[in-house]
């Protein structure tokens, strides 16, 4: 099967924009709050959870560490929500997502993320899987908890491969 190569990208808000938000709390907070000792970043992700029942749900992933160069075939998204994953540890991470083209995925990006930042995925945004960089990865993830299909995979036609 041919592969093609997907140089990585510094993960930006201007670059990461068409796909999700950044979750960081990089620079000045917006607010300062409880008598002045805790800065708060306001505000930092679009959340969607669509018009069905549904509520937003907390659930904690834990996963193996993958290596670069990092090969994949696999994308997926979330026609009904949007989906946020918050690092609980310093460790990068790399973020694989793609544009719509006619209901399947374009040309996959590759972003990797700087130590303590986060990213909430689009409703609807094609994406990888979660991939770290570090064994044991350990995330909070905030997406959409209800009925209906949530989740449409599908397998690239052509491999691709990430490389620094």
Not at 16 to 33: E, L
Not at 92 to 113: E, M, N, Q, S
Not at 139 to 154: H, P, Q, S
């Amino acid at each position: 099967m041919p592969v093609n190569e997907i140089k990585l990208e510094l993960l930006t808000p201007e670059a990461f924009a068409p796909f999700g938000d950044i979750i960081d709390a990089a620079g000045s907070p917006d607010m300062m709050i409880n008598e002045g000792r805790c800065g708060r970043f306001h505000d930092l992700a679009r959340l969607d959870f669509g018009d069905e029942p549904s509520r937003a749900g907390i659930s904690i992933f834990r996963s193996e560490a993958c290596t670069l160069p990092y090969v994949f075939n696999l994308m997926e998204r979330h026609p009904l929500g949007s989906q946020a994953f918050i690092p609980m540890s310093a460790d990068p991470f790399l973020v694989i997502v793609a544009p719509d083209d006619a209901g399947v995925p374009g040309i996959p990006r590759a972003f990797l993320t700087k130590p303590l930042q986060g990213v909430n995925l689009l409703r609807g945004t094609w994406h990888g899987v979660l991939t770290p960089l570090v064994d044991d990865a350990v995330f909070a993830v905030v997406d959409r908890i209800g009925g209906g299909g949530n989740l449409e995979e599908y397998r690239l036609t052509e491999n691709y491969v990430i490389v620094e």
